[in-house]
T-cell receptor, first 112, second 115 residues
Framework: GENVEQHPSTLSVQEGDSAVIKCTYS??????FPWYKQELGKRPQLIID?????GEKKDQRIAVTLNKTAKHFSLHITETQPEDSAVYFC???????????FGTGTRLTIIP | DARVTQTPRDKVTEMGQEVTMRCQPI?????VFWYRQTMMQGLELLAY????????DSGMPKDRFSAEMPDATLATLKIQPSEPRDSAVYFC?????????????FGPGTRLTVL
């Protein structure tokens, strides 16, 4: 089955700086990679996703890059703000399989 | 704004008691997922359904856990008997199941504490 590793487990960034979270996956058949953000005491919510037919996707201050050859993908947050503080989860699955495999999460703290 | 709902939001019980958690998926969604979240294990998939049929419950301890969908608007997760190691937040999520790129929408979770 799929295995997703996520690093780092915790990350502290000065407000205004950039944050990068990295994930690797094991199943070369995986072709859908969503990122979820979970604020303290709240539900996980999808913030961005990428399919394997593209290498990068951007949405305002967040972007995700995918390297299929190396089987890794990354979340980039630029111009970080206090409201970016949360736990971020990466996940992977292949088309047609609803079952998502999640990484272990990264706790991001933005230092004012 | 349609959302997945879960009840109860918090549950404190004693070891050995039966616990039932309920989930109402978003109307029209035909995939439902149960996850358990702990500090140590992150988000673990316990079971999931498509069109009310169980497709995968390999993540669930079957001797004490059971998951069902009595109808399209209700999914249940039962633990009997409960143990302290079951203490966690249990999330339900649903998806449309209409494409391979479906987003999973999470409910607010049930925080279970077993004493």
């Amino acid at each position: 089955g799929e295995n997703v590793e996520q690093h780092p487990s915790t990350l502290s960034v000065q407000e205004g700086d950039s944050a990068v979270i990295k994930c690797t996956y094991s199943d070369s058949a995986s072709n859908y990679f969503p990122w979820y953000k979970q604020e303290l005491g709240k539900r996980p919510q999808l913030i961005i996703d990428i399919r394997s037919n593209v290498g990068e996707k951007k949405d305002q201050r967040i972007a995700v890059t995918l390297n299929k050859t190396a089987k890794h993908f990354s979340l980039h947050i630029t111009e970080t703000q206090p409201e970016d503080s949360a736990v971020y989860f990466c996940a992977a699955r292949y088309f047609g399989n609803e079952k998502l495999t999640f990484g272990t999460g990264t706790r991001l703290t933005i230092i004012p | 704004d349609a959302r997945v709902t879960q009840t109860p939001r918090d549950k404190v019980t004693e070891m050995g008691q039966e616990v039932t958690m309920r989930c109402q998926p978003i109307l029209g969604h035909n995939t439902v997922f149960w996850y358990r979240q702990t500090m140590m294990q992150g988000l673990e998939l316990l079971a999931y359904f498509r069109n009310r049929a169980p497709l995968d419950d390999s993540g669930m301890p079957k001797d004490r856990f059971s998951a069902e969908m009595p109808d399209a608007t209700l999914a249940t997760l039962k633990i009997q008997p409960s143990e302290p190691r079951d203490s966690a937040v249990y999330f339900c999520a649903s998806g449309t199941g209409t494409s391979g790129w479906d987003e999973q929408f999470f409910g607010p979770g049930t925080r279970l504490t077993v004493l």
